[in-house]
């Protein structure tokens, strides 16, 4: 009983790992081999509480319904194109830092997919802080709420009121990547090497 | 008297009118072989140079580097004020070291169609713009420039002076100006070395900028499902197919040779009325669109002026097969 308790604990912290854009090799192992029902049940649960706190509220994780199976879905399709796409080598020419040691073939676009969601869950984090002490009737969803993450006294927690401003910055945020993307690919267009990279500095950056 | 004043002013008209002609047949070629040179001297050159960014009210030096190493090109941009950003370029892969985010973003090599350009789009380009090559020669950053000036034919783009090494065609000085001539945004190097001392180490992030290393998925070249029911003249896609970013955003991009417009879509649960951000010369906009029960997030930034962002806006629709 204690086994399944820690095991319930671990794949809510790395749920919460997940949530945040932090999870390692080992959350994502986790979550992968988690019980589909269990999981999909706390992503219920955490849906739950978002509906309850916020029942006009436009913000959404989006990840409620079979996100292992997108999941894997994901990984098979990356397994996919690693397999079709050839790899260039350029080890010979250039510095160490361009091969990165790390990149395995599925891990680098888990990272990316991982943070991608981070946006929205740094909205959803704010809820499930918010809404602790609300949903005291449901004592075992309020401690399993509880152990998704523990705040720390740096951490900041946005009042609800403040919900919207969130919302404007997961935008900010999602705008800063597009133009980021736009500069980069001007380079690549417009004839003038990396000239047109100059503009990024202008753009606003994530406070 | 009066017969010799009738006759001096049919001479001058005649004169100006032959004078006008040959310039306007012979600048347009002359200004594509410059900008032509001028795309390659940025793969060819090694240089080492400071330059200025500036719009608006903010003003940037930024240093500039490049060379060819072992047949491999090497390039890097680093910001030397506000320390908000560093790109390295190994052959086609790209580094960006954004240090508000702590990572150093890796792209993974780059295949065709994404290889940078190495030409110009000259049809593009002359259904766009008016190309005139100034007849003065100037100097900046001690040396002597040739000035090449493309004037829009609409108002759906800006204008664009180059200022070009006489000797070598890199560029010195680019000024981007609205119709009415106000500028919007200058870019001038202040001093520019063309046989730098360049070691690979010169190409190595700045220890401590960054965390970690994160490598970016492959772009992926996927069907475009998109369309525009009108463009400018001289726009065009750059890529026939659509590229995948990660959460199910496809990208496009539109050029005209000179001027760029990245679009973004994306799947999305809320609806967004068209809202316009500025930002000196590049223009963002955004807008919720529906297609049957789906709606999309349609994200444009442009180097272009607002009411051609609007006008793409509104003319974007789901391709019909």
Known sequence: MAALNENASEMLTSLSAMFDGEASELDIERLLHADSAELSRQLEHFHLIQQTLHKDSTVTLGLEDSLLLRVRAE?????????????ISLEKNVLPFVSPKKASPSRPNWRVMLSGVAVAASVSFVIILGGNGLLTSDTVHTNAVAE????????????LAELDKEVLQADNIRLQHYLRQHAEQAAMTVGQGMIPMARVVSYPVKE | MRLFSLFHVFFTLVCLTISTVSLASST???????LRSMTQSFSTLSYDGVFVHSEATNMNSMRVRHDLMGGVEYESLVDLDGDKIEVLRIDDKIISVYPNALVANTRAPLVPPFKRFKDVESERLIKGYDMIVGEHTSRIA????VAVKLVPKDQYRYGHEFWLDKENHFLLKHDMMKTDGELLERIQFTSVNFAPDLKDKDFVPKEGSYAEPVVESQPRRVKNLWQFDWLPDGFSLVWPEARSLNHGTSMLLLSDGMATVSIFVEPTMKAKSMSIISMGATIAGERSIKVKDQLYLLTMVGEVPEPTIEKLMAVFMPRQE
Not at chain 1, 79 to 86: G, K, S, V, W
Not at chain 2, 142 to 145: F, K, L
């Open chain 2, 28 to 34: 347009t070629p002359d200004a594509l072989h410059l």
């Open chain 2, 142 to 145: 001690g040396r002597n420039v």
């Open chain 1, 148 to 159: 998704v993450r523990t705040p720390t006294s740096n951490m900041i927690v946005t009042p």
């Open chain 1, 75 to 87: 990984l098979d399709k990356d397994d996919e194109l690693q397999a079709e796409e050839p790899v």
